[in-house]
């Protein structure tokens, strides 16, 4: 392994005041496409295996400026907490031959509890097991392993959901501080039937403390149902 | 696996203005000792596998009450984060029939670079690759896998020692934010030649961000060779 990387800030708005959530749709879909441009571009350099692209939003998400962006790091290995999470498709791929994402979305429509949006291309939805009150997953309805492979139309649907549940989670808990992060397939094995890509939204309403530091469990006093079921009612 | 647990709070003092550095020793050992009591109590229970000890100081490093205290979770099964480092340290005893925790306090001794502070029974260090700035590992030196085997002259050195550190970290630091927590084999896995108990304390100086959160990868700018110095030259 080299030690190499790249480390790119994404600007989202020439405004210092501007927020993603409240951005025009066409910036908010431009800032998809940058995401997508810059990772088809570092792809390009094969010492680099994966590119994580990742927002933090305020400053108890770990803000450290104050100008409404996101990052990418390129890595020149897959990330170990991606890694387990390819690895845990691949098992549920190999017993069921579907994707487990694929049958998450499937169930999720049919019950409808812990939806909170849903698009024509996209549903977001409160994760049956969430490790953080309001956490939501955003995930293409269609299977789909890589984000840099989204159709013109798709990113466009993505840009009005996304913007869609920011402001119901800005509503809901004032503004809170947020991350978001792209979980998408490693860089040169983007087409595969096991993986789906999605966005991991993280409100940060509380410390990670001592036992999660501990444990890898994650003490969450909300239940999905209800943390979807409040943001499904926000009228925005 | 049944649904159960404990959860208990070991309040430090009677003091509601008293911090766990500046306690009497006496009482500081009772605390060392209240734990290992607790330990042992909740192992009668059979349902319990594992009992999680850990202290979360100040609002940032998730503390919700003001008057010093530590928290006991028993769990009914080993945590995932606790079983991996088993499994690791178990990996590295079936290839060289040493405990790895003896081994690192052997190279670090001789090394002396990253060690923050000796007693004759325990030693205090910054590890190889810490996850966070002055992150510091307390272990025995010899070897012990279970907190709760421990003897009186242990506590005792043990309470002087964990003071010691703590005072270095508050005035290195001004008074931060931190965690530590106590890692121990599993309840009725007490005695094997694999694990070594220790303390992880870890200063809460930053916000775990998306890049943490999306890659299990901790980006930490404080060389550990310049933290243990830091704490070092502390006067105390």
């Not at 933090?56 to 770990?62: R, S």
């Not at 409160?126 to 490790?131: I, K, L, M, Q, V």
């Not at 595969?192 to 999605?198: Q, V």
């Not at 403390?209 to 239940?223: H, K, M, R, V």
């Amino acid at each position: 392994m080299n030690g190499i990387g790249a480390h790119e800030v994404i600007i989202e708005s020439p405004d210092h005041n501007a927020t993603l959530a409240a951005l025009p749709q066409q910036a908010m879909e431009e800032v998809l496409w940058a995401y997508r441009d810059r990772m088809e571009d570092l792809k390009k350099d094969r010492r680099f295996h994966y590119t994580l692209i990742f927002k933090n939003e305020g400053l108890a998400a770990g803000a450290t400026l104050e100008h409404t962006h996101s990052q990418l790091i390129a890595l020149p290995i897959v990330p170990i907490q991606v890694q387990e999470e390819l690895d845990g498709c691949k098992r549920h791929y190999d017993l069921k031959e579907r994707c487990i994402f694929c049958d998450i979305i499937r169930q999720e429509i049919q019950s409808g509890s812990r939806v909170v949006f849903e698009s024509s291309l996209f549903i977001a939805l409160a994760p049956y097991a969430p490790r953080f009150p309001f956490e939501t997953w955003i995930m293409p309805k269609q299977h789909m392993s890589c984000y840099a492979s989204a159709t013109n139309e798709e990113y466009r649907d993505l840009a009005a959901l996304l913007q869609n549940v920011l402001r119901r989670i800005d509503q809901a808990l004032s503004y809170p501080p947020y991350n978001y992060i792209i979980h998408t397939s490693p860089l040169r094995e983007e087409n595969n039937d096991y993986y789906h890509w999605h966005i991991e939204l993280m409100p940060k309403l509380k410390n990670v403390a001592g036992f999660e530091w501990g444990s890898g469990f994650y003490i969450n006093p909300t239940p999905p149902e209800e943390a979807a079921k409040f943001l499904r009612d926000i009228k925005l």
